[in-house]
């Protein structure tokens, strides 16, 4: 009886050390094989990368079945993370070119543009005054009509919160592309938002 007590409360600690680790301490002990830090990472980022790759292919089913396309992927892969970027950005990366490879064989429109001239800009976003409901309703709304590649990119930024550096590595794309995205999608959702009444955002 002793031993299966000291067994349990071994287990915990074990537990326990591996809820407090990073991401990245996870990851190792996810190449030696240790699933309770798979279960761990998965516990912690599964909701994000599920919400990711469901606005990317707009089916529930289909995003649930890629959220377990990417973690076995993390399980087969992860001795090969360089921590050249966050986990998270790793994830979205793996999550987006599953996401994309889905909608390919759908043949749904593939959301890659031709290159355009670069454009800065550091203007806030109509996102940034979004204080009430209606209005965020309204939002997103127009972040629906946006095109795949402007819609991405909004996705990426505001409700995920990455920086352009990040947004360039998950998408692979230069920083530059990034931003001149991000002018023409801030541009549209402007324009949408003023064409459902909201003007004091779309200025």
Known sequence: MQNV????????????AAQAASDEMLLEGIADGNRTAMHILYARHNVRVYRFILRIVRDASVAEDLVSQVF??????????EGRSQVS????????????????QRR????????VREIADDADTPEASLDRATTSEILRAC????SPAHREIINLVYYHEKSVEEVGA?????????KTRMFYARKQLA??????GVDSLAA
Do not use: C, M, Y
Request: glycine share 4%; net charge negative.
């Open 89 to 104: 950005t790793w994830l979205l990366s793996i999550a987006r070119f599953k996401a994309l490879t889905s909608l390919r």
């Open 72 to 81: 076995l992927d993390v399980w087969r892969t992860a001795a090969q993370f």
């Open 108 to 115: 749904f429109e593939d959301i890659d543009q031709d290159d």
């Open 170 to 178: 998950i998408i692979g794309i230069p920083q530059s592309t990034v």
């Open 191 to 196: 324009d949408l938002l003023r064409g459902a």
């Open 5 to 16: 007590v000291a067994i349990n409360a071994a287990a915990r600690q074990s537990i326990d």
């Open 143 to 146: 972040v629906a009509k946006l």
